[in-house]
């Protein structure tokens, strides 16, 4: 049991590039998110899934879009990377998008655009 | 935007010695409260989760939400060096949203 895994852990990307971070979990949630951990400014969600087949906007999504691919799978994409998406991308995922569900995090995926 | 406010630290305690986060939050419609453990270079790890008003209790670790003040705290008691990490308060406004603040470093020190 894995748990939250997350692809790559490091990249670097030159500016206009694009990439997509890839995360896959084995609990059999049905709740995935997307967050970035900028120092100084602490979590912040970009996207998530409340189930497979839906996905909404967080709290910064502008230069992301996500794919949730089944039930397992959630991808985040940086169509034309920018240097201020340098960060440390995190996927979480929890049993049901509710108030009391417990979010479980990824390793983490440490991006630098230069 | 709703805020979830944390004293950044450092803050340095003795080994044996309690340590006390708090943790602070702007909306009374919040209704779930993490406490998640972060080591530097890794990811959040859940500490704590807290609902009601009053203390719970687990192992070490002592979570205490007041919902009148706004204001949720952690105690760590017997605190060791291991300790040392960044801790960070999250508040559930409804659903899937988890405001995090932006955590509080705690030392240990033998």
């Known amino acids: 049991n894995a748990g939250v895994t997350q692809t790559p852990k490091f990249q670097v990307l030159k500016t206009g590039q694009s990439m997509t971070l890839q995360c896959a979990q084995d609990?059999?949630?049905?709740?995935m998110y997307w967050y970035r951990q900028d120092p100084g400014m602490g979590l912040r969600l970009i996207y998530y899934?409340?189930?497979?087949?839906?996905?909404d906007k967080g709290e910064v999504p502008n230069g992301y879009n996500v794919s949730r691919l089944n039930k397992r799978e959630f991808s985040l994409r940086l169509e034309s990377a920018a240097p201020s998406q340098t960060s440390v991308y995190f996927c979480a995922s929890s049993e049901a998008a509710a108030s009391q569900e417990t979010q479980y995090f990824g390793p983490g995926t440490r991006l630098l655009v230069l | 935007q709703k805020e979830v406010e944390q004293n950044s630290g450092p803050l340095s305690v003795p080994e044996g010695a309690i340590a006390s986060l708090n943790c602070t939050y702007s909306?009374?419609?919040?209704?779930?409260f993490f406490w998640y453990r972060q080591y530097s270079g890794k990811s959040p790890e859940l500490i704590m989760s807290i609902y009601s008003n009053g203390d719970k209790e687990d192992g070490r670790f002592t979570a205490q939400l007041n919902k009148a003040s706004q204001y949720v705290s952690l105690l760590i008691r017997d605190s060791q060096p291991s300790d040392s990490a960044t801790y960070l308060c999250?508040?559930?406004?409804?659903?899937?949203?988890?405001?995090f603040g932006k955590g509080t470093s705690l030392l240990v020190t033998p």
């Open positions: 609990m059999n949630h049905n709740s």
């Open positions: 909306d009374r419609g919040s209704q779930s």
């Open positions: 899934s409340a189930s497979e087949g839906t996905t």
């Open positions: 999250a508040v559930n406004i409804a659903g899937y949203a988890l405001n």
